[in-house]
T-cell receptor
Framework: DGGITQSPKYLFRKEGQNVTLSCEQN?????MYWYRQDPGQGLRLIYY???????QKGDIAEGYSVSREKKESFPLTVTSAQKNPTAFYLC??????????????FGPGTRLTVL | RKEVEQDPGPFNVPEGATVAFNCTYS??????FFWYRQDCRKEPKLLMS???SGNEDGRFTAQLNRASQYISLLIRDSKLSDSATYLC??????????FGAGTTVTVRA
């Protein structure tokens, strides 16, 4: 089954801790993205990567970091510098053989709560 | 001004009714447009793409008006399963998508 997986589904973090959210895709997509969704707001772009070993900041990158060492994987670290990290985090991918280059497909998301 | 604006609703309609709602976007150079459907606490799923003046897929019709910079979505013969939040998404080019906050539709029996 081709798709995008994210883990964990739910994550609880204490203030001051760094946490890493996993995102894996087997769609052979070149581009991958991280968004956060807050109630009543549209998705906001955190980071994106168009190719392995390269990534760019999105609109709200402060307090987050990413890596893209493999085409299939794009983990997101939420650092203690992120002031309001409680949100629904969505990973997406686009490009490759599964569709047009600008159609993005989403993973099931990780719901992060800071205690 | 937000890049993509949607009426949040909710639109409460009976089964079998037609419901339509719009989305406006601010960037006149936007390249392509999408409607995604999002169920409560789930990820967005692509409903349809809108590349030219419009697109139809079964009971769903999307129209694009570039002059007035809006996209509409019309749902005919509403089903209970159509209850969801519909996200308007605009591609400004270079991998960047702008998302509306969504329009909530509730179909009642």
């Amino acid at each position: 089954d081709g798709g995008i997986t994210q883990s964990p589904k739910y994550l609880f973090r204490k203030e001051g801790q760094n946490v890493t959210l996993s995102c894996e895709q087997n769609l052979n997509h070149d581009a991958m993205y991280w968004y956060r969704q807050d109630p009543g707001q549209g998705l906001r772009l955190i980071y994106y990567s168009q190719i392995v070993n390269d990534f760019q900041k999105g609109d709200i990158a402060e307090g987050y970091s990413v890596s893209r060492e493999k085409k299939e994987s794009f983990p997101l670290t939420v650092t203690s510098a992120q002031k309001n990290p409680t949100a629904f985090y969505l990973c997406a991918s686009s490009g490759g053989t599964s569709g047009s280059t600008d159609t993005q497909y989403f993973g099931p998301g990780t719901r992060l709560t800071v205690l | 001004r937000k890049e993509v604006e949607q009426d949040p609703g909710p639109f409460n309609v009976p089964e079998g009714a037609t419901v339509a709602f719009n989305c406006t976007y601010s960037n006149s150079a936007s390249q392509s447009f999408f409607w995604y459907r999002q169920d409560c606490r789930k990820e967005p799923k692509l409903l349809m793409s809108v590349y030219s003046s419009g697109n139809e897929d079964g009971r769903f019709t999307a129209q694009l008006n570039r002059a007035s910079q809006y996209i509409s979505l019309l749902i005919r013969d509403s089903k209970l399963s159509d209850s969801a939040t519909y996200l308007c998404v605009v591609n400004d080019g270079d991998y960047k998508l702008s998302f509306g906050a969504g329009t909530t539709v509730t179909v009642r029996a």
